[in-house]
């Protein structure tokens, strides 16, 4: 049962270092240009997430939030909403798969815990006043032993089907480096850029605010 935890875990934190490497060979092959850098701590009043800008617009750094700025240009510039539509909804439709995947295994693998706990039999101790005792007593421990080897099995079968539907969600959600692609993508099609703002490091206490990725 550790060892399955164990397994959760590591697999957790092997999903997310691959999604920070994808994101790094995305953005270092791109032309990418700091608007500005260097602001001390002492300046930054609340720390600044991760997010979309168009003009003076923000966006959350998202496929929603793209689609909410796609949206925004449905009337206005409709040639550009038909050229990104379609890679919108793909992405929109990865992200419901990667829910449902996600869904699925969560529900199975709690499924699997709790009919591990209640699945158990009754076991009934013999009383040392019984006849019977001795036979009693082998098939009193028969019975825990069975027990114990049942909520063994389904623990451990409900912790790998979660684990697995966390990876399966991790493999076909969007990752970082499609935001990027579709950014890319819109700048250059588009007369107006997306500016993609990292946000704050707090390693090394710098404001990395505002960063255009073309090709």
Not at 44 to 57: F, I, K, S, T
Not at 107 to 124: E, L
Not at 136 to 152: D, F, I, P, V
């Amino acid at each position: 049962m550790r060892s399955s935890s164990l397994s959760a875990v590591c697999a957790g934190l092997v999903a997310v270092a691959v999604s920070e490497v994808a994101y790094a060979q995305t953005v270092i092959p791109s032309t990418v240009v700091l608007a500005a850098m260097a602001v001390p701590l002492a300046h930054v009043g609340q720390l600044p997430q991760q997010h979309l800008e168009v003009g003076n617009q923000v966006f959350d750094d998202s496929v929603g939030g793209f689609r909410t700025y796609l949206d925004s240009k449905r009337a206005a510039e409709p040639q550009l909403f038909e050229a990104l539509e379609p890679k919108v909804q793909a992405l929109e439709s990865r992200t419901n798969t990667a829910l449902t995947v996600f869904a699925a295994g969560l529900v199975g693998g709690v499924a699997s815990t709790v009919y591990a706990f209640a699945g158990r039999d009754t076991c009934y101790e013999p009383n040392v006043n019984d006849p019977s005792f001795a036979a009693k007593s082998q098939a009193w421990g028969a019975c825990n032993n069975g027990n114990l080897t049942h909520l063994a099995i389904f623990t451990a079968v409900g912790l790998g089907v979660i684990t697995l539907g966390g990876i399966g969600a991790y493999l076909v959600a969007p990752h970082r480096s499609d935001m990027l692609n579709l950014v890319n993508e819109h700048n250059r099609i588009s007369a107006e850029p997306i500016r993609l703002q990292l946000g704050y490091d707090p390693a090394h206490r710098l404001t990395l605010a505002g960063v255009s990725t073309t090709f």
